[in-house]
């Protein structure tokens, strides 16, 4: 979006075996592989990661468990949930789980920390109710593995986990769907081998709601759930990235990939990137397209699900920063970053955290993680959407700045403010002139007939 129509809306701001401490600022620790997802009242949960902050184990890298409310609009805020340090009264620390906002609760799955030369992985699947409790699904006899790096997206009343990591590097291919209701797990099907779908972690899975999927505007019936990239382990080699989009329907079990034109371009195969759905179409974020300690990539996707089209996305002003291990959630209700007759869409994509990899002159590499907050606002041209900065990377949030509608009325007004000020000098100054005229002279001082003590 061109810069008069640029800004930003209102904002401001484990377990005994990992470091914690409490944290008593108002945003979240910088923080990688986090769980962030939005709710049906418009909010957003954060929860766990992995984090280096000055504010936490003295600047050296810890485990998190902490829960954050973040609640987007005029009024922007974090907020965290506390829970008490009783055990059993919320999940551990971990990063690299996976989980998303069921009928207005959070449902977690899985996990991983390193304790020393240890490595735990995590089979427990929680759920925060009504932001304000914790609660541990009880385990049954039909229960996934343990795993990290998988990826999970609702669709009506399931939460759908798929792929991850085990141990020893062990990829998974696997799919599971758990009813919320009947609190039950149950295996999905997943596509045949030689289909091209590989096992993999590190991709993305997001919910989609029915929507038109033809040029005729029919509309889909049913919920269902887009997976993207990620990393597959080979026979020669783990760096095997994937770019294809296969979406899976809970209501018929069933899988298909969605191809575009051959000739259509994509984006670069990666993994670790972030995802979100919003108005018809996925966009994906960022994230890393090898295993080498290289710069993670700062470019935005999107994908139509009508006509099967990616569109690499151009925009003006500041933007995040590249990164990788970020997560990303929609904000279907926010509003237009612009007047409608600029093309600008209701809702927006929102950003948060990751890790930046910094190339220094030595060639040693520093790797910078965030807590930030970004929106992106898209609009009908690929080159009018616009990034904004909700939350900075200091530990703050902005000070509370006008909406782009707002602002581009605020300097309308001021120019026609400015107008009329200018209008109003000139007619002052012709008042006078006329005024001077009408008395038929002038008057003795201007006369030069005032002088000394008589002045």
Same mark, same amino acid.
């Given at each position: 979006?061109?810069p008069?129509?640029?800004?930003v809306?209102?904002?401001a701001l484990?377990s005994?075996?990992?470091?914690?401490?409490?944290?008593?600022s108002?945003?979240?620790?910088?923080r990688?592989?986090?769980?962030?997802?939005?709710?049906?009242?418009?909010?957003?949960?954060?929860?766990?990661?992995?984090t280096?902050?000055?504010?936490?184990?003295?600047?050296?890298?810890?485990?998190?468990?902490?829960?954050?409310?973040?609640?987007?609009?005029?009024?922007?805020?974090?907020?965290?949930?506390?829970?008490g340090?009783?055990?059993?009264s919320?999940?551990?620390?971990?990063?690299?789980?996976a989980?998303?906002?069921?009928n207005?609760?959070?449902?977690?799955?899985?996990?991983h920390?390193?304790?020393?030369?240890?490595?735990?992985?995590?089979d427990?699947?929680?759920?925060?109710?009504?932001?304000?409790t914790?609660?541990?699904?009880?385990?049954?006899?039909?229960?996934?593995?343990?795993?990290r790096?998988?990826?999970?997206?609702?669709?009506?009343?399931?939460?759908?986990?798929?792929?991850?990591?085990q141990?020893?590097?062990?990829?998974l291919?696997?799919?599971?769907?758990?009813?919320?209701?009947?609190e039950?797990?149950?295996?999905?099907?997943t596509p045949?081998?030689?289909?091209g779908?590989?096992?993999r972690?590190?991709?993305?899975?997001?919910?989609?709601?029915?929507?038109?999927?033809?040029?005729?505007?029919?509309?889909?019936?049913?919920?269902t759930?887009?997976?993207?990239?990620?990393?597959?382990?080979?026979?020669?080699?783990?760096d095997? /990235?994937?770019?294809?989009v296969?979406?899976?329907?809970?209501?018929?079990?069933?899988?298909?990939?969605?191809n575009?034109?051959?000739?259509?371009?994509?984006p670069?195969?990666?993994?670790h /990137?972030?995802?979100?759905?919003?108005d018809?179409?996925?966009?994906? /974020?960022?994230?890393?397209?090898?295993?080498?300690?290289?710069?993670?990539?700062?470019?935005?996707?999107?994908?139509?699900?009508?006509?099967?089209?990616?569109?690499?996305?151009?925009?003006?002003?500041?933007?995040?920063?590249?990164?990788?291990?970020?997560?990303a959630?929609?904000?279907?209700s926010a509003?237009?970053?612009a007047?409608a007759?600029?093309?600008?869409?209701?809702g927006?994509?929102?950003?948060?955290?990751?890790?930046?990899?910094?190339?220094?002159r030595?060639?040693?590499k520093?790797?910078?993680?965030?807590?930030?907050?970004?929106?992106?606002?898209?609009?009908?041209?690929?080159?009018?959407?616009?990034?904004?900065?909700?939350?900075?990377?200091?530990?703050?949030?902005?000070e509370?700045?006008?909406?782009?509608?707002?602002?581009?009325?605020?300097?309308?007004?001021?120019?026609?403010?400015?107008?009329?000020?200018?209008?109003g000098?000139?007619?002052?100054?012709?008042?006078?002139?006329?005024?001077?005229?009408?008395?038929?002279?002038?008057?003795?001082?201007?006369?030069?007939?005032?002088?000394g003590?008589?002045?």
């Amino acid at each position: 979006m061109k810069p008069h129509c640029h800004a930003v809306l209102l904002a401001a701001l484990a377990s005994a075996h990992a470091p914690k401490a409490d944290n008593i600022s108002q945003t979240p620790y910088r923080r990688k592989a986090a769980v962030f997802a939005s709710l049906e009242d418009g909010t957003a949960v954060l929860f766990s990661g992995k984090t280096k902050d000055e504010r936490v184990n003295n600047g050296h890298m810890a485990y998190v468990g902490d829960t954050w409310l973040f609640t987007p609009g005029p009024a922007s805020f974090w907020r965290r949930l506390h829970f008490g340090d009783e055990r059993g009264s919320r999940p551990g620390p971990r990063w690299k789980s996976a989980g998303d906002g069921v009928n207005g609760n959070l449902y977690i799955f899985g996990g991983h920390v390193q304790r020393g030369s240890h490595s735990f992985y995590y089979d427990d699947m929680w759920v925060l109710e009504k932001q304000s409790t914790w609660r541990e699904i009880e385990k049954k006899d039909v229960w996934p593995p343990a795993r990290r790096g998988h990826a999970a997206a609702h669709a009506d009343d399931l939460l759908v986990i798929v792929g991850g990591r085990q141990h020893h590097s062990e990829c998974l291919r696997d799919a599971w769907a758990f009813n919320s209701t009947s609190e039950v797990w149950r295996k999905t099907s997943t596509p045949p081998k030689g289909s091209g779908y590989g096992c993999r972690w590190g991709h993305s899975a997001t919910a989609i709601p029915p929507i038109p999927t033809a040029k005729d505007g029919s509309v889909q019936s049913e919920h269902t759930i887009a997976v993207f990239g990620g990393r597959q382990k080979t026979k020669k080699s783990y760096d095997y /990235h994937d770019s294809s989009v296969w979406v899976y329907s809970p209501k018929w079990d069933a899988w298909r990939e969605l191809n575009g034109p051959a000739d259509a371009s994509r984006p670069q195969a990666r993994d670790h /990137h972030a995802a979100a759905y919003l108005d018809g179409a996925l966009y994906i /974020h960022g994230g890393k397209v090898t295993d080498q300690a290289t710069s993670a990539n700062d470019d935005l996707w999107r994908f139509d699900f009508v006509t099967h089209i990616w569109q690499q996305l151009s925009y003006d002003g500041k933007v995040p920063r590249s990164r990788y291990l970020h997560s990303a959630c929609s904000w279907p209700s926010a509003p237009r970053a612009a007047p409608a007759a600029l093309g600008a869409r209701r809702g927006a994509v929102l950003l948060f955290g990751g890790e930046h990899i910094k190339s220094r002159r030595n060639g040693k590499k520093k790797y910078v993680r965030f807590d930030d907050v970004w929106g992106y606002w898209a609009a009908r041209a690929p080159t009018d959407g616009t990034w904004v900065r909700l939350v900075d990377n200091a530990g703050g949030t902005k000070e509370p700045v006008l909406s782009p509608f707002a602002l581009v009325g605020v300097r309308v007004a001021s120019a026609v403010l400015v107008v009329l000020l200018s209008l109003g000098v000139v007619a002052l100054g012709l008042f006078h002139r006329f005024s001077q005229q009408s008395m038929g002279g002038t008057s003795a001082f201007e006369a030069g007939a005032c002088a000394g003590d008589a002045c």
